[in-house]
């Protein structure tokens, strides 16, 4: 992985992981029942999706690997990984 795809990923690795944080922090509803177990299994989950996120980038870019999403099918492109996952996260 070159260092341009590992900043990206830890750029948005970040964002992730602020809006996950900021979320539970705020005064919405759901916020204030969370519990520490919640908060484990959130940012569980924002770590896992980020390295998802890593992988299918680097997966873009390789001949050796293809995707098994099919939403996303065998070879998408950059830009495509990139709005599936920020529509996921």
């Not at 998802?52 to 680097?58: A, L």
């Not at 870019?61 to 999403?69: I, M, T």
Request: proline fraction near 2%.
């Amino acid at each position: 992985m070159n260092k341009k795809a590992v900043a990206i990923t830890a750029v948005s690795l970040a964002i992730l992981s602020f809006s996950s944080i900021k979320a539970m922090a705020s005064d919405w509803k759901f916020g204030k029942d969370w519990s520490k177990e919640d908060t484990a299994y959130q940012l569980a989950f924002t770590a896992a999706l980020g390295a998802y996120w890593s992988q299918s980038r680097y997966i873009t870019k390789s001949q050796k690997f293809h995707e098994k999403n099919p939403i996303l099918g065998k070879h998408p492109s950059t830009s495509e990984v990139d709005a599936y996952f920020i529509a996921c996260g």
